[in-house]
Structure formats: C-alpha cells, structure tokens
C-alpha cells in the first residue's frame, strides 16, 4: 500500500513576492555608507504628543491597517507642521494612539481615532522595511 498523499491534496501556499536583497558593499565602505548605520536607538518606541484644535489637519497621512497584515505607518509629514516638530517622520509605525493598540487596526478605525481626537499621544518606532511594502491610504 502507497502511504504518499496525492499530489492534488496538498493545501495551496502563497508566498510573498520575492524581495531583492540590498546590493553588497565591501566592509571598508559600509562605516560611512547610510545602508549601514549602527545607530540602533533610531528604531526604539518613542512616543509623540501632538494638540488638535477642532477643525485642524494633523500634518502627517498615514497607510496600511489590518488588511495588509504590516500596521500602521506614517506615510507623509507635512513640513513644519507640529506632527514634524513633534519628531514624525515618513516610515515610523504606529504601534498605538491614546493607549488604542494599532498593530492590527482597520485603517478606517485608525483614521476614526485620529481624526477624532483632540490630544494625541502616539507610541511610535521607525520601521522602514515593513513601510515600504504598503500601500497608500490618506489621513489629514
């Protein structure tokens, strides 16, 4: 008796789309070179404080939520703004808002909360290898 299991009762698998590696760079270049930076505190939480008067744009877009299974990033910052005074910067996750975990939100519901609230104080962290693999959604 044959114990293998039939070709057409394996379960389908998608894998995700194949991502090239960053290009080498000799040893000797890489002290100087952005790629490798060594700063690891750069990627640490931090949290963000930002005020809200009614009626106000929040000065940063945000994409992603629970659909794309990567959180909420920080897409834009709008120069000068206090989101950019406050330290946002393109590409930092948001991890939660007002105590609101947003590592597995509905990007609608995340925008909700934004929009809505009139003191924000988000816990952040940068985060640019998830951020790029999102796609754009709007927050003003």
Avoid at 37 to 60: D, M
Avoid at 64 to 71: C, D, F, H, I
Avoid at 78 to 104: C, K, M, T, Y
């Amino acid at each position: 008796m044959d114990s293998r299991i039939p070709y057409d009762d394996y379960p389908v698998v998608f894998l995700p789309a194949y991502e090239n590696p960053p290009a080498w760079i000799p040893p000797h270049e890489r002290v100087y070179h952005p790629d490798y930076n060594n700063e690891l505190t750069q990627f640490l939480p931090r949290i963000v404080t930002l005020k809200k008067p009614p009626g106000a744009k929040l000065g940063f877009n945000i994409r992603g939520g629970k659909a794309s299974q990567l959180g909420i990033f920080i897409s834009k910052v709008i120069p000068d703004s206090d989101a950019h005074r406050a330290g946002l910067q393109e590409g930092d996750q948001v991890l939660a808002v007002n105590d609101v975990d947003f590592q597995d939100i509905e990007h609608s519901k995340a925008v909700e909360i934004l929009k809505t609230a009139r003191e924000i104080s988000m816990r952040v962290r940068f985060f640019p290898y998830n951020y790029h693999r999102q796609k754009e959604r709007t927050v003003h």
